[in-house]
């Protein structure tokens, strides 16, 4: 697995957390991921999957990161996201925009639905109605945070699952 480049850019995702996404990502050729930032997991992804990953984000940054853009330009993420994906194995396909909006002109099912955006109930439960259906019968649908002080995270995935697992903070749910 490769994560040397995913290691190099900023986020907060582990070492340990990237080698599991590289991992799962090694057995797909289509992943959606939910939340890039500045593409840290993006990264794992692409750069061990074997055909495409398809980012979705607004880039505008959560409620919780707004200070550390203030004076920035409005398109600071994006572009260093973009920046951060150049020469990778995979196909990356930026998707700007609201991710339950997105979800639903969504043209295919894939692999691998990773969700890192929002981390209060109301929008996780949002993402995984909205993204489950697009994941293959077999496919993982999984997510990052699953872990205190994320309890919307938590609760959601809870709620929504009767079989599931973790590994650190990613939670994951193969569709049957």
Known sequence: MDIKRALKIDGWMTEKELDWLALAASQCESIIEVGSWLGRSTRALADNCNGVVMAVDTWEGSKEHQEELTGKDKNYLYDKFLENMKDTKALVYPYRGLSVEVAKNFPKQVDMVFLDASHDYDNVIADINAWLPLVKQGGILCGHDY???????????TESFKKWGYFESIWGYIKE
């Open 147 to 157: 872990a205190a002080p994320w309890w919307g995270v938590i609760k959601a995935v």
